[in-house]
């Protein structure tokens, strides 16, 4: 069975802390992985992830894959607490289904 | 573009009643996606559609829930009878590819009593 698995579960750091929020698979005929933020409502699009080793960065946020291992890590450097949100990481397949397979999140807050 | 537009926004119904969730899709996106999402059990995602054609429904639950895309703009999931397990956040999303990044709409809260 597919699995997508995040750890850890929740975390709370304060303002400045640099996180590392981890996300392993299990998932057959694997095509990318996908980082996601979630505060209040719907979950908004952070990273897509496809070749190993490439590091995708964003601002505070970076992200890179490592499809040997089968994990993928996002890092926050220098937190502020509008990223207090859940974190969702993604699996997407190929094989004819476009079909995403979550983990349940880590939930981050950060307190002033 | 307003964005995956759902509604109602939040729902509350008591057990055995119908249920429909409303979803209009980004305009161009070929691909819908219906998710429920809980406390235990996360993100699933339920069914998905390719211009208007049901794709994989594998997620869907049971018999009692139902999805229908009659058009490139609406989409809904009816859920009849209705059961307190039912209770979760229920997304929608769209892409303009399988492949492409989902945008999601702001999901209806579901309370069955």
Same mark, same amino acid.
């Given at each position: 069975e597919d699995k997508v698995v995040q750890s850890p579960l929740s975390l709370v750091v304060h303002e400045g802390d640099t996180v590392t929020l981890n996300c392993s698979y299990e998932v057959t005929n694997f095509r990318s992985l996908l980082w996601y933020k979630q505060e209040k409502k719907a979950p908004t699009f952070l990273f897509m992830l496809t070749s190993s080793g490439i590091e995708k960065k964003s601002g505070r946020l970076s992200s890179i894959l490592d499809k040997k291992e089968l994990f993928s890590i996002l890092n926050i450097t220098?937190?502020?607490?509008? @990223?207090s949100a859940i974190y969702l990481c993604a699996v997407a397949k190929t094989s004819g289904t476009y079909k995403y397979i979550f983990g349940t999140g880590t939930r981050l807050k950060v307190l002033a | 573009d307003a964005g995956v537009i759902q509604s109602p926004r939040h729902e509350v119904t008591e057990m055995g009643q119908e249920v429909t969730l409303r979803c209009k899709p980004i305009s161009g996106h070929d691909y819908l996606f219906w998710y429920r999402q809980t406390m235990m059990r996360g993100l699933e995602l339920l069914i998905y559609f390719n211009n208007n054609v +049901?794709? @994989?429904?594998?997620?869907? +639950? =049971?018999?009692r829930f139902s999805a229908k895309m009659p058009n490139a703009s609406f989409s809904t999931l009816k859920i009849q +009878?209705? =059961? +307190?397990? @039912?209770?979760a956040v229920y997304f929608c999303a769209s892409s303009p590819f399988g492949e492409e990044t989902q945008y999601f709409g702001p999901g209806t809260r579901l309370l069955v009593l």
């Open positions: 220098a937190t502020q607490t509008g @990223d | +049901p794709i @994989d429904d594998s997620g869907m +639950p =049971e018999d +009878p209705s =059961e +307190p397990r @039912d209770s």
